[in-house]
């Protein structure tokens, strides 16, 4: 059995009206803000997170909260299975405060004592089945569960070329790709499963340090643009160089939940391992005002985190 394996999460609260003021300090007209609500929204879903993570991962070590000097009302901050980092810990001061979670993605690593093993999630993904070690790591190496995407990607390379809108997320794939196919020679036509990713820390570290140079042009991307790196350029860094094994991810292993759907019920019916309730600019309140009923009943149980 993998034995040390730690769970970090970032996380936010986008009513809290301090973060509000530092938000709106930096946004600026080139922001969608229907878009932005979506992406820093909290509709509880970190409670039931670690509500599933209890049920079904009790093996995990420690769990990492990564947020802007925040703390969820419901966290038992006694209970020493569970820390809240704060961005000032990890990341530079020079390029805080940040609202783009790709520009935290590239910090992780620097938490303290995270294990070499861990997983990374965001709030909105829930664990829905027992799940051992080795559904994340084989051969004590991260198992990168993708979608294989090959229309996906070439359409988004034709609609670059002519100059057609492609949102800042897919972009931020695109190169991501492109960088792995500069350095190493092979264009992975994949893209996120859009859920919980596995990674060995120092091999994050390595890809942080290879693309320092393509990194550090990104890093005062307060909020998501054009020439950001999505965080698939660590998965392919792994499988690049043997360092992890490429599994096309099933409906049965990880879903992908849209909150403006009609029937989440209906979806979750499929029984998928991991899911993702997905905020997006698409999302009404009225559909947001279903989540906790629909997660309360799935995960009933107060962990051993909440007060």
Not at 123 to 143: E, H, M, Q, R
Not at 206 to 211: E, L, P, V
């Amino acid at each position: 059995m993998q034995k040390n394996i730690d769970l970090v999460y970032l996380w936010v609260e986008g009513s809290d009206s301090e973060w509000l003021k530092k938000k709106n300090t930096f946004l600026d007209q080139n922001v969608n803000i229907n878009n932005v609500k979506g992406r820093y929204q909290n509709n509880n879903e970190l409670k039931y997170s670690l509500r599933s993570v209890s049920k079904h991962l009790p093996w995990i070590r420690k769990i990492f909260i990564v947020t802007d000097n925040q703390i969820p009302d419901f966290i038992d901050t006694n209970n020493t299975k569970i820390t809240i980092v704060d961005h000032s810990e990890i990341m530079p001061k020079e390029i805080l405060p940040t609202f783009n979670s790709s520009i935290i993605d590239y910090f992780i690593h620097n938490i303290p004592d995270l294990s070499e093993r861990f997983i990374f999630s965001n709030d909105d993904c829930f664990v829905n089945a027992d799940l051992s070690p080795t559904f994340f790591f084989k051969d004590g190496l991260p198992i990168c569960r993708m979608i294989p995407s090959h229309k996906f990607i070439n359409k988004l390379r034709i609609d670059k070329f002519l100059n057609r809108y492609v949102g800042t997320y897919h972009l931020g794939i695109l190169r991501a790709l492109k960088l792995i196919k500069k350095k190493y020679g092979v264009f992975y036509k994949i893209r996120p499963h859009h859920n919980i990713d596995a990674y060995l820390k120092s091999d994050y570290k390595k890809t942080a340090d290879i693309f320092s140079n393509q990194i550090q042009k990104t890093l005062l991307n307060r909020f998501r643009k054009k020439n950001d790196i999505q965080r698939i350029l660590f998965d392919c860094y792994a499988l690049a160089n043997k360092r992890a094994h490429l599994e096309y991810v099933t409906h049965k292993e990880s879903g992908l939940i849209q909150l403006n759907d009609s029937n989440f019920q209906e979806y979750i019916s499929n029984s998928p391992k991991l899911f993702c309730l997905n905020d997006t600019e698409f999302t009404t309140e009225k559909d947001r005002e279903k989540v906790v009923p629909f997660l309360e009943k799935l995960f009933p149980i107060k962990s051993e985190f909440e007060i």
